[in-house]
Each structure stands twice: as structure tokens, then as C-alpha cells.
């Protein structure tokens, strides 16, 4: 028999079970880093950023991540980290918890422009490009999403057609990350092979990206369209390593696993904002925290919390173990965002009115998850995916 500890450690508020124990001295040192960093460098800005609508240092941002080993950590080779999928998603769980698109700068970057050159690119492609994204020094951007096409990309429009030895582009894509900063973009098109990849230098004669403005959620985020105008690309700019849209989907569930964890890092910034509130805020002589009914959100809230995160370690561990399936991320992007919003609400009716205000981070934090519910597959797409693997029937046809 093991023997027992003398003494049962205390209940400590921010870690109710207990998970730092399951993670290593290298996880817990990256995370601490990361938070630091984000301490730092966001928390003191973001509310004016997003009151604002921009994100006026994402070049330096860029940098400064890429220095922390943050760019494609969880890739190998080319001047990337090569860190466990886990340190990579505790990385997203804190810069979420400073701002999702912060996080979002990460994984479109990292999870989706550098992986489909790392995993699908040729030897020449991986040179050129991955080392200098790595360090931040260039942005990448990954082009999928049309006006028209979002939930179903096999009906993309965007079309790359032989001339000679050239491909010629052409075509829209919109809710782009990264798009008007980014020195490279990875955009999937239709050609008479099928779906493909192609490496497309910015700078190209015939591509543009206008930045989207108006929106009310992704406010300290650069959101843009694609626009490709007969782009003339070289025959070395389409990426060799896959053909069809197991390329795409590949990336985006790459990219998915980063919001399993980045959505506790929001839900966690919340609960936090809400229980200093409630130990602090008087009402009837007495704090908010000692009444039931407050009590009991704060409960229900840490249970969901805690179970995502532990959700999304054990997503992580089969990462790393090569074992995790598509429908098991869509499990966790499904459970995590939902349960991340819901805690957000929740966390706003106790702050009351000062929860709608900039002096916190709730509705801030409630409006970008209302974007991350979104993409990388919408709520109802992740239930059609584990509804089909459930069911062995194909609803989506």
C-alpha cells in the first residue's frame, strides 16, 4: 500500500482540485511565463485597445511572443519550441485570459498558418517561411472562410488556375486573423485537382487586405477580408504534402485545441473578477460572497471551470500521445466555449451594473467568446460531428 500524506494539503481557491499536480516543473515554468508576459505587456492596455477597436503593437506583440518560444511551440525544427501539446495549451489558457485575441494572434499564427507549411509545405517552403514566423518577425494569416462559404469550405469559390507553369489566383475570403498585418498568407482554393494549399507573399501584385471594422467582439484583434486578383503565383507556391480538404480541416483541428484551453483562460479571468467582487462588494451590511444565492453561482461556476480544464489537459496528454481524435477535440471546443460564455454571463449578474464596464474584464471577455463559439466550426457543426460519430448516420448530408 502507498502510504498517505501526513496531512491533506489546504483547499486552495484557485486550483480546487488540484490540477497543478498533475502538471511538471517545464509546464508550470512556461505557464508562469506566459502569464507574466501577459501581466505585463496586455492587461494594462487591453481595455483601451478594445474600447478602441485596435491593436496598434501587434508587430512588437509578434516579436515578443516569438522570443518567449510562444510562435508554433508546439512544432519541432525551423527555430519552433518543440513543446508538449499540454505547455502549449496552458500557453493559450493565459493569453486567453488576458484577451482572446490575443490567443487568437497565437493559434492562427502557430495552429494554422505555420502548421500547414510545417505539415504539408516543401523542405524550400519550410526554410523560407517558418524560422522568420517563429520569431515573429513575419505574420502569417490562413485563408478559408468565404462571404458565402463558412461552414461548408468544400463550396469555396476561390479558384487557382494553371498558366504555364504559374498558377493564377483568384477569389475572396473574409474573418481573416491576422490578414492586414501578415507577410504570408496560406490560402485554400479550388483547382482542377482538387482543394489546395498555396504559400502567397502578401506583397504580390493583385492581393489586398482590408481590414473589417464594426465589429463588437475580437475589438483588440486585426480582422480582415482576402482579396486575391488573378495573383500570379510561381508553381513552388502551392503546397505539395496534401490535396482535398483533409489539409484545411487538418489545421483547424490543430487550431481547436488551443480554444479548449484558451476558453477556460476567459471563463477563468471572469470567475476571478467575480469572486474578488463578491468577497468585497457590501450590500445589506454585509459582503455580496456571504449570501446563498451568490454562493451558490460561485460554486457552479468553479465545477464548470475546473472540469474544463481538466477536459482539456487530458485532450492534451492524448495530443501528445498521438492519440486524440478530431471528434474528441470537437467534444472539448464544444463543452469548453459554451461552458466559458455561460460563466461569463454569470459572472456579470454579480458584479451587477459595474460588470457591463470597461473597469473589468467580464463583458469584454463575454463578447470574444461570442466569436470564438464561432469559428473554428460553429456550435452546431461540433454537435453534427460527435452526433454522427455517436450515431454511425451522416446528418450532414
Not at 493559450?92 to 497565437?106: H, M, N, P, T, W
Not at 467582487?277 to 451558490?296: D, S, W
Not at 474584464?361 to 460531428?385: D, W
Amino acid at each position: 500500500m502507498s502510504a498517505r500524506p501526513a496531512k491533506l494539503p489546504p483547499f486552495d481557491p484557485a486550483d480546487p482540485l488540484g490540477i497543478d499536480d498533475l502538471l511538471g516543473p517545464e509546464d508550470l515554468a512556461i505557464r508562469d511565463t506566459v502569464r507574466d508576459w501577459a501581466a505585463d505587456r496586455v492587461l494594462p492596455h487591453v481595455a483601451g485597445w478594445y474600447e478602441r477597436g485596435e491593436l496598434p503593437v501587434i508587430r512588437d506583440l509578434a516579436r515578443e511572443l516569438g522570443s518567449l518560444g510562444a510562435l508554433g511551440m508546439s512544432l519541432t525544427g525551423y527555430g519552433c519550441a518543440g513543446s508538449t501539446a499540454v505547455q502549449y495549451g496552458l500557453a493559450c489558457l493565459e493569453l486567453e485570459a488576458a484577451d482572446s485575441g490575443i490567443r487568437s494572434l497565437v493559434s492562427v499564427q502557430g495552429s494554422l498558418a505555420m502548421y500547414a507549411i510545417w505539415k504539408y509545405g516543401s523542405e524550400e517552403q519550410k526554410q523560407r517561411w517558418l524560422p522568420a514566423m517563429a520569431s515573429g518577425d513575419t505574420i502569417g494569416c490562413f485563408g478559408l472562410t468565404e462571404p458565402d462559404h463558412g461552414s461548408d469550405p468544400a463550396g469555396m469559390r476561390t479558384y487557382a488556375k494553371k498558366d504555364g507553369a504559374d498558377w493564377v489566383l483568384t477569389g475572396r475570403k473574409t474573418w481573416i486573423t491576422n490578414g492586414s498585418v501578415a507577410g504570408v498568407a496560406v490560402v485554400w482554393a479550388q483547382t482542377d485537382e482538387g482543394i489546395r494549399g498555396f504559400v502567397v507573399p502578401t506583397g504580390a501584385p493583385g492581393f489586398s487586405a482590408p481590414e473589417i471594422h464594426h465589429k463588437w467582439s475580437l475589438r483588440a484583434s486585426v480582422t480582415s477580408e482576402l482579396v486575391m486578383d488573378e495573383v500570379r503565383l510561381p508553381a513552388d507556391a502551392v503546397l505539395p504534402g496534401v490535396t482535398g480538404l483533409k489539409g484545411p480541416l487538418s489545421c483547424l483541428s490543430h487550431a481547436r485545441y488551443g480554444i479548449v484551453w484558451g476558453s477556460m483562460g476567459a471563463a477563468r479571468a471572469s470567475f476571478d473578477a467575480a469572486l474578488d467582487y463578491a468577497r468585497t462588494r457590501e450590500q445589506f451590511g454585509r459582503p455580496i460572497g456571504g449570501f446563498q444565492l451568490t454562493q451558490a453561482k460561485l460554486a457552479d461556476m468553479a465545477v464548470e471551470l475546473h472540469k474544463g480544464v481538466l477536459l482539456a489537459h487530458h485532450l492534451g496528454l492524448r495530443m501528445d500521445a498521438g492519440t486524440l481524435r478530431p471528434e474528441q477535440v470537437s467534444f472539448g471546443k464544444l463543452n469548453n466555449v459554451r461552458e466559458a460564455i455561460e460563466i461569463c454571463r454569470t459572472s456579470r449578474t454579480i458584479l451587477g451594473a459595474n460588470g457591463i464596464s470597461l473597469e473589468y474584464p467580464v463583458m469584454r471577455h463575454a463578447t470574444n467568446l461570442e466569436s470564438v463559439l464561432t469559428y473554428e466550426g460553429t456550435v452546431e457543426m461540433h454537435q453534427l460531428v460527435l452526433g454522427k460519430a455517436l450515431t454511425g448516420l451522416d446528418a450532414f448530408r
